[in-house]
C-alpha cells in the first residue's frame, strides 16, 4: 500500500520539515499488522515527493484477525486485497506516522504550516466499491481536482469488466495538514470494511481530522456513517457535534441533520411544490408557521401574487436568522409592507394568526411532540382557520432508501415521530372530520416505486369558516378526502 505526496512550493524540499521526516533517510516505523515505511522518490528544490509505503504483514494480520475480529475468520483472512489497497490501515499509518504534520504543528516552519502549498497526492488502489464516482464527490467539495482511472478487473479478458480499484490522483492547493486529515477520514470511508472495531473514540478521531472541513461537506452524512461502520449511536453523537460546528447564517437549527447530500434539492423542491399549492389555491395572505429560517418566506416574498407574507417561528435564534437572510434592512418599503416575522407558539391560540387566507406547515409538524399535536391541530385548524393548510412531512417509508438515520430511526434527532404515508393519510383524515376541512394528497421530491416520494405533502381545504349546524350536510361529508393525486393510503 502506498500513497505519495509531491509538492513544487520551494524550496520543495521543506517538505521534509513539515512531515518530520528528512529527505535523505527511509525510515520505518511499527504498523498495526506491519510496518510503515517513509521514503523520498525525488526530492530536489524544485520537486519533492516523500512516499508512505505500509508493508503488511498477511500473517501477522490473520493473527490479528483470529484474535479480536471474529468476522473474518477463515480464507478471508489469507486471501484478501488487504496488502495492496489502500485503506482504513494506510489511514491509521498515516496517523501515526504524521501525528505532528497532521496537527499543523512544525516549529521549523511554521509559517509553511499554515500556507496553501500546491499538491498532488498518489495513491494507486483505491477501493471504489464500483461507484468511482464518490471519490469525486468525497473529494472535489475540499477543492481537489481528482483524476481517477478504474483498472480492468484483468488487462487479457476485458469482458470480465471494471476491478473494483481506482488509481487516484488529487492536484490541489491546500495546507499540507488538512490534505492529510482529509486522507485520513476519506481513505476509510472507501475501504469496504474497517478492520478495527468502531470505538467510541473514533468519534473524537473523526472529529478532530474533520474540523474545519467536515461539518459543511455535502457527503457529510454519509461520510460519517461510513467511518462509524454505520454504528447509529456513534453516527448520531458525530453529526449532533458537527451541526453545532456550522456557522449559524448557514442552516436552520432544526434542520442541520437533515438528511442527504441532496438536501438543498429537496428543501428546494419542497418549497417550489408548497408555494405552487399556495398559489393554486387563489389565497393573497399567507402565513408560514414554523418558518425556520425563512427560505419560504423569502421564496413567497419573491412572488407578487402574495400581497401579504408572514412568518412565525417559536425560535427567536429562527427568527433572527429569517430577518438576516431575507435582507429585511434592504427591502423597498413596500416589500417590507407585505412582511411580518413574528415569535408565536403554534400549540397556543395566537389571535394574531386569525384571518389568513392560506397557511403553510412545512416539516414542522414532526417535531412537535405527540402528546401535544391535538393543540396545534386545534390552533390551526380550530382557531387560525385559514381557508388552505399546505402540510408537508418526511415519508418514513421512504427511510428504507436512506444510507444514515438517527438510533430512533428518523432522518432528524428533534424528529417525534415520522409518519408512513397511512399514518399521515390517517391523521389528515381525523382532521378533516373534526375541524371540517377537505384533503388532498401529493408526493414530492424523489419517488421510490415501493416507498413512494421522499415527502409528503397535503393540502387541506376549509369547508365552511364556521360550523354551521343549520347548513345542509354534503353526502359523504365525513370522509372528507380528495384523491386528486392520492397517494397510498389516502382514500382507505
Ligand atoms: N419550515 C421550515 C423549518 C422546519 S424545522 C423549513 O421547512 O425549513 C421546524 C421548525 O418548526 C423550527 O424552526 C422550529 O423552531 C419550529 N417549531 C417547532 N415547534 C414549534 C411550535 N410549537 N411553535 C412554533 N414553531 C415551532
Redesign the pocket.
Known sequence: MLVTVTTTHRPATDLGFLLHKHPDRVQSFPAPAGTAHVFYPQAQESVCTAALLLEIDPIALARRAARGDRRDLGLGSYVNDRPYAASSMVAVALGSVFATAMRGRCDARPELADTAIPLVIEVPAVPTRGDAGLIHRLFEPLGWQVDTVVEPLDAEFPGWGDSPYARLRLTGTLRLADALNQLYVLLPVLDAGKHYWVAEQEVDKLLRAGAGWLAAHPERDLITARYLAHRGDYVASALGRLAAEVPEENV????VAEQRPARGTA?RE??AAVVEALRASGASSVV?????????VADLLADPTFTEVTG????MR?LRIAEKRIGVERLSDSQRSRLTLRQ?????LDDELLGYDAA?????VE??DPA?LPA?ERAVFGHARPGTVVV?TPNREHNASFETLTPAGFRHT?HRFEWTRGEFAAWARQICRRYRYRVRFEGVGATHPEFGPLTQLAVFNRQESEVDPAAPRAAGQDTAVDHASASEGAGA
Open positions: 436552520a437549527p432544526d434542520t428543501a419542497r418549497r408560514d408557521l414554523g418558518c425556520g429560517n425563512g427560505e419560504l412565525v417561528d417559536v425560535s429562527s408565536s407558539a403554534l400549540t397556543y403553510a406547515l412545512v416539516e414542522v417535531h412537535v401535544r396545534l408537508t428533534d
